[in-house]
């Protein structure tokens, strides 16, 4: 019985934890013009997406949570489309990416993020989300798989990105 009263405390804990998921606050320093290649190889850029907040969304093909997370990420994207949001994989090559896509039959184009980049932003884990405002300002970061499901975090985010 007490070993029973202790595994539900423990989730107790994580899971007001994660009811209470909090963005950490960015800099507010401009971003560099990070830049992606999407699937036919057209590399693209941040500076080319103009008067809009940002969520770069950074996730790999061999991550256990991003898969768990990515369809949440999705339906997310759709439902706020007053941001911009682009999920960067950090895969090797595009074909990871694809096939990953192919695989759990998600409605995202396949965008890799450059090498030089992804080694200049320092991404410390994956899934890890970066928030960048309409001026390309980096104004937070969230490390782990988020939220996106609740209506709490998509408020953060907002008042965030949103002014």
Same mark, same amino acid.
């Given at each position: 019985?007490?070993?029973?009263?202790?595994?539900?405390?423990?989730?107790?804990?994580?899971?007001?934890?994660?009811?209470?998921?909090?963005?950490?606050?960015?800099?507010?320093?401009?971003?560099?013009?990070?830049? =992606?290649?999407?699937?036919?190889?057209?590399?693209?850029?941040?500076?080319?997406?103009?008067?809009?907040?940002?969520?770069?969304?950074? =996730?790999?093909? =061999?991550?256990?949570?991003?898969?768990?997370?990515?369809?949440?990420? &999705?339906? =997310?994207?759709?439902?706020?489309?007053?941001?911009?949001?682009?999920?960067?994989?950090?895969?090797?090559? &595009?074909?990871?990416?694809?096939?990953?896509?192919?695989?759990?039959?998600?409605?995202?184009?396949?965008?890799?993020?450059?090498?030089?980049?992804?080694?200049?932003?320092?991404?410390?884990?994956?899934?890890?989300?970066?928030?960048?405002?309409?001026?390309?300002?980096?104004?937070?970061?969230?490390?782990?798989?988020?939220?996106?499901?609740?209506?709490?975090?998509?408020?953060?985010?907002?008042?965030?990105?949103?002014?």
């Amino acid at each position: 019985m007490k070993g029973l009263m202790s595994l539900v405390s423990i989730v107790l804990i994580l899971s007001v934890g994660l009811a209470n998921a909090e963005i950490d606050a960015g800099d507010n320093q401009p971003l560099p013009d990070i830049r =992606w290649s999407d699937a036919q190889g057209h590399e693209q850029h941040l500076f080319d997406i103009k008067n809009k907040p940002k969520v770069l969304h950074f =996730w790999a093909a =061999w991550c256990i949570p991003c898969r768990e997370e990515m369809p949440h990420l &999705i339906e =997310w994207r759709k439902q706020n489309t007053d941001i911009e949001v682009l999920a960067l994989s950090l895969d090797q090559r &595009i074909a990871q990416t694809k096939n990953f896509i192919k695989k759990f039959q998600l409605d995202m184009p396949p965008l890799l993020l450059n090498e030089d980049d992804s080694e200049a932003l320092g991404v410390p884990i994956v899934p890890y989300t970066i928030f960048i405002s309409s001026d390309n300002r980096f104004v937070g970061s969230y490390a782990g798989a988020a939220p996106w499901q609740e209506q709490a975090f998509t408020l953060q985010v907002k008042a965030l990105l949103i002014e």
